[in-house]
């Protein structure tokens, strides 16, 4: 199994310069600890593009929560934010025929792909020098087939993908005392109706 910090470490070590990236993200919490890393060396451009996300306000409390933290945490290198609007109708297009599918199986990983495409499209379109996701920094996010699916994009798209897992040297407790120190909203599921009900069940059994 690769260790992808390590890739991350073998290209940072590369640079020369102070490459664009456009970073995927999820929410204020995932993004802090990687924000916090990766500013020291790349200027970021956050997109954050989440059509999984299936309830309104679920969605605007968690993009608003993002914009408050790259404004109140300061960065080495500039760090902006683009939004990619409310769709869940995307998200449900891509999700017919797998509603019962386990959290964490297929149409998880389409989700992935879903999210990381758009990036890696807009990524070529304006030029950036790489692209990548806060995704990995989540315990119960697969990074190995978020890597996996990165690098097919990079050739498809012919645009650098930052081989990254953040949960790595301690990233997702430093995202944890992120969100403590700024206060940021904090959620126990991904954002679709899916894994909603996922986490209600699983709540429901540990407080039998």
């Known amino acids: 199994m690769i260790n992808y910090q390590l890739e991350t470490d073998k290209i940072i070590k590369s640079l020369d310069y102070t490459p664009t990236l456009f970073l995927h993200a999820c929410c204020a919490p995932c993004s802090s600890y990687v924000l916090e890393y990766l500013s020291e060396y790349f200027d970021i451009t956050v997109f954050f593009y989440n059509p999984n996300i299936t309830e309104y306000d679920e969605y605007l409390k968690r993009k608003n929560e993002l914009i408050r933290f790259i404004k109140e945490k300061g960065f080495k290198n500039p760090v902006k934010m683009i939004d990619g609007d409310f769709s869940p109708d995307v998200f449900f297009e891509m999700s017919k025929g797998r509603e019962e599918l ?7 990983f389409d989700c992935y792909l879903l999210r990381l495409e758009k990036t890696a499209l807009l990524a070529k379109e304006n030029d950036f020098d790489y ?10 996010k697969n ?39 700024f206060n940021l909203y904090r959620q126990n599921y991904c954002g679709c109706v ?3 009900a996922h986490a209600e069940k699983r709540e429901t059994k540990e407080n039998k």
Request: charged fraction near 30%.
């Open 131 to 140: 692209f990548c996701t806060t995704l990995s920094v989540s315990p119960y």
């Open 102 to 108: 386990q959290e964490g199986g297929a149409r998880c």
């Open 194 to 196: 899916y894994s909603k």
């Open 143 to 181: 990074s190995q087939k978020l890597n996996e699916i990165g690098g097919h994009l990079s050739e498809k798209y012919d645009v650098k993908y930052l081989f990254s897992d953040f949960k790595k040297r301690n990233g997702y407790k430093r995202s944890i005392e992120l969100s403590a120190e």
